[in-house]
Each structure stands twice: as C-alpha cells, then as structure tokens.
C-alpha cells in the first residue's frame, strides 16, 4: 500500500502571518490537531499544532493561588510564524505504507505532510493509517476482487476472500509465478494486512500476508 492511496486532502491550510486566534479557531471548527503551513506559492514552510498553539497561552489567575505569580516576561505568541516547527518530517506519494507508519511509531509523530517538488499535497495521520486497518471486510475484499481482476488479468480461474483483514487466494492450477503475482497485487489493496495464496491443495503463504475466498475470476470457457 501506498502513501497516496492513504492520505488526505488537507482542511486547514496556515500561513506563518496566520494568527494564533485564527488557527485555534480552525483547529477547533475542524477537529484537527495540526496544520501544514505554507507559503504563496504553496510550498511547504512548517507545521504547526495543537501544542504549539497552546504555548503561553494563558495568563495565571490569580484566584487559583494565595500566592501572587510573576508577571509575563514577555508578549504571547500572536502569529503562527513564531510557533510553528519549520524542520518537518515529510513524505512521498509512491512511500510504502509500511515504511512510513515504522518512522511515526519510532519517532512518536502524529501528522506528516506529503509533499511533490516542495509543494503540499496532503497529509498522514494516525488516524489515516487507521481507518485503512477499519475497512469493513467486504469493502476489502471488493478492492481486492478488482485489483486482482486489473493487476493479474492473465491468471485465470482464481478465488478470494477477505476475513479479519486476512485476505486468501485459490488460485488452482496458477504456477508459482503466477501465485506470486496475485500476493504482489493484493498487497497493494488497503486493509489487506495479510495474504495466503493457495493452489486449492497446497497451501503457501507470503512472509508478510494471509487470506480467504469468495470472489472468482471467470474461468476460460471452452
């Protein structure tokens, strides 16, 4: 699977002159908890978040304390500019899935923007990552059905189904060329996190995959 078949078009787009007050309202209008930033020309600048937004943030109130706090040493943040993480992890298109969901767990980030020559052209979350793993089986196994169907047009005769995100091919008669190339196809569908690819008598499975069968190619007829 691939990042583009993931992410997401972005719904609140920053300028580093975008006020804080401006963004918080976003934020909260959109239910997002980070934001690209961009320039005119709609190259990517930073990103900035909830966190970054809510930095000295607040005045201390004096009722929560007996104790008089020290004054602001300094004005809050006005503009995005001034919080926002200018050095930004980004992403391709055409990145596995795979690769880019090991670097947001190792390194603990939420969002990353997906860039072309510089400029924005969508994003990744967690939550991205997880709606492709939610898919209803029958959607899945849908996806996989025409996949299978485009991607292996010359392998004929075969079946699939889609259990739990396990997705199983019978393919009878297919040569291990052929078995091959239905588990690189249907790696590509979202939501199919293991393949089981099966002669109809012997069962062999990928390293990475799994699955079970409903959907059928036509048969050669004749």
Same mark, same amino acid.
């Given at each position: 699977? &691939? ?5 997401? $078009?972005?719904?609140? !787009? ?16 959109? +239910? ?8 005119? @020309? ?11 937004? !809510?930095?000295?943030?607040? !005045? ?30 980004? $992403? ?8 880019? $969901?090991? !670097? ?8 990353? #923007? ?15 990552? &997880? ?18 169907? /485009? ?5 004929? +005769? ?6 739990? +995100? ?15 190339? &239905? ?6 569908? #979202?939501?199919?996190?293991? /393949? ?14 799994? @699955? ?11």
């Amino acid at each position: 699977m &691939l990042v583009a078949q993931v992410m997401r $078009t972005p719904t609140v !787009l920053l300028t580093e002159e975008s006020s804080i007050r401006e963004a918080a309202a976003e934020f909260v209008a959109q +239910g997002v908890i980070a934001a690209p930033v961009v320039d005119r @020309a709609g190259e990517l600048v930073g990103i900035v978040t909830e966190i970054d937004l !809510l930095r000295r943030g607040f !005045l201390t109130d004096p009722r929560a304390t007996a104790v008089r706090g020290p004054e602001p040493r300094q004005d809050p943040p006005r503009t995005v500019g001034e919080v926002m993480t200018r050095n930004v992890v980004t $992403t391709r298109e055409n990145r596995d899935v795979a690769e880019l $969901t090991e !670097l947001m767990v190792r390194e603990r980030i939420r969002t990353v #923007p997906v860039v072309r020559d510089g400029r924005l052209v969508g994003l990744v979350g967690r939550t991205d990552l &997880l709606r492709a793993h939610s898919s209803p089986d029958a959607h899945v196994e849908a996806a996989l059905d025409e996949a299978l169907s /485009v991607g292996a047009p010359y392998v004929k +005769g075969w079946k699939a189904a889609v259990t739990a +995100g396990t997705a199983r091919i019978s393919a009878p008669g297919a040569n291990a060329a052929e078995q091959g190339l &239905l588990a690189l196809v249907a790696r590509t569908v #979202p939501g199919v996190n293991r /393949v089981l690819v099966t002669d109809g008598a012997e069962e062999t499975a990928s390293a990475e995959e799994t @699955a079970t069968g409903t959907h059928s190619a036509p048969a050669d007829e004749g």
